[in-house]
C-alpha cells in the first residue's frame, strides 16, 4: 500500500509496549499530523491504579469522553481528508471497560458511549504491539512514570489477554502484529526500517511481524 493510500494509521497494544513512541516516529516518517491519547491528563487514573475497584468507573468515563472530544474537534475540520497517526484506537475503548467495570457500571457506560459515539474513518492500517508480560513490566519500570510503577502483574496479564481476545476477532481494518520482543523499533534504525517496509508492503488482510533478532 502507498503511502497516499496510507491516510489513517493507528498503533495499539497494551501499556508499555511502545505504541506512542512508534506513532510519533511512524507521524516523523510519513510527514502525517499525529493524535495521541492524552492519558496523563486523565485526574483519576493514578487512583485506578492505587485501588481499580473504586476508581474504575469515573476514569474509564473520562477516557471516553477525552477521546470522543478529540474525534469532533477533527470532525470539524479536515478529519476524513489529512494524514494522520493515532496511538488509540476508538473501537477499543470498550476493551478496557468490560475488563474493569461490574456489570451495572458497564450497563451505564455502554449508554454513555452510544450518546457519545461519533463517525470515525475506518483506519487504513492498524498496527498491533504485542510483548510478553515480564518485558512489558520492564519497560513499564524502565520508563519510570510513577503511577504506573504500581500496575500488578495480575492487571496487566489480563489486559494483555483482552487485547489478544479482541484482534483476533478484528477485521474492520488492514492489521499488522508486531512481535516486539526480540527487536528495538523505536531506537534500532534497522529493526525500524524492516517495520517501515513491511508497512508499505500491505494492501489489506491480517499480516505479522516476527523478524529473528540480529545474530541469529
Do not use: W
Not at 83 to 99: G, M
Request: aromatic share 12%; hydrophobic share 40%.
Amino acid at each position: 500500500m502507498s503511502e497516499q493510500e496510507l491516510r489513517h494509521i493507528v498503533v495499539e497494544g497494551p501499556i508499555g509496549v511502545g505504541k506512542t513512541t512508534l506513532a510519533k516516529r511512524l507521524a516523523a516518517s510519513f510527514g502525517y499530523d499525529l493524535l495521541l491519547e492524552q492519558a496523563d491528563d486523565n485526574p483519576f487514573l493514578e487512583r485506578f491504579y492505587e485501588n481499580p475497584r473504586m476508581a474504575a468507573f469515573p476514569t474509564q468515563l473520562y477516557f471516553l469522553m477525552q477521546r470522543a472530544e478529540q474525534l469532533r474537534e477533527l470532525r470539524q475540520g479536515d478529519m476524513f481528508q489529512s494524514h494522520r497517526v493515532a496511538d488509540f484506537l476508538f473501537d477499543k475503548d470498550r476493551l478496557f471497560a468490560e475488563l474493569t467495570l461490574d456489570e451495572h457500571e458497564y450497563a451505564l457506560y455502554a449508554k454513555v458511549y452510544n450518546e457519545l459515539a461519533v463517525e470515525v474513518p475506518r483506519p487504513d492500517l492498524v498496527i498491533y504491539l504485542q510483548a510478553p508480560l515480564d518485558v512489558l513490566m520492564q519497560r513499564i519500570a524502565v520508563r519510570g512514570i510513577a503511577y504506573e510503577q504500581i500496575i500488578s502483574n495480575a492487571y496487566l496479564e489480563r489486559l494483555c489477554r483482552a487485547y489478544i481476545e479482541f484482534f483476533y476477532h478484528y477485521e474492520q481494518s488492514p492489521l499488522l502484529i508486531v512481535n516486539t520482543s526480540d527487536i528495538n523499533i523505536v531506537d534500532s534504525e534497522r529493526d525500524y526500517a524492516m517495520l517501515l517496509e513491511r508497512i508499505r508492503g500491505i494492501n489489506s488482510g491480517r499480516h505479522y511481524f516476527n523478524p529473528a533478532p540480529l545474530g541469529l
